[in-house]
């Protein structure tokens, strides 16, 4: 099992930035892809992007202005976010699969993913 903590969210104008943090602990952080979902009031949960050796995803909303990255030394998976836009306010959840249960075809689908974080609020005024 593998317990996941978001942070780094908050209120930014709108072409700010912000870097979201999601601390991972319990197994062996490198056997896990990870992936950044979000979810707007009364919006389904969507894909924002995944990293899997190396391998980046992303949603082509936030192509260009995101960036997935992880430090496996340090148990953590980033979001960078750039150019925010109002419409990237959300709650972000940072999500973890085994990379034995791991499906590609699965990738940007919330049920490629056993493990969830509690989500981190994002919000961008215009």
């Known amino acids: 099992q593998v317990q996941l903590v978001e942070s780094g969210g908050g209120l930014v104008q709108a072409g700010g930035s912000l870097r979201l943090s999601c601390a991972a602990s319990g197994r062996i952080f490198s056997n896990y892809v990870m992936g950044w979902f979000r979810q707007a009031p009364g919006k389904e949960r969507e894909f924002v992007a995944a990293?899997?050796?190396?391998?980046?995803y992303y949603a082509d909303s936030v192509k260009g202005r995101f960036t997935i990255s992880r430090d496996n030394a340090k148990n953590t998976v980033y979001l960078q976010m750039n150019s925010l836009k109002p419409e990237d306010t959300a709650v972000y959840y940072c999500?973890?699969?085994?990379?034995?249960?791991?499906?590609?075809?699965?990738?940007?689908?919330?049920?490629?993913?056993?493990?969830w974080g509690q989500g981190t609020q994002v919000t961008v005024s215009s």
């Open positions: 990293i899997r050796n190396g391998i980046t």
């Open positions: 999500a973890a699969e085994y990379y034995t249960a791991w499906r590609s075809s699965l990738t940007k689908s919330t049920n490629g993913y056993d493990h």
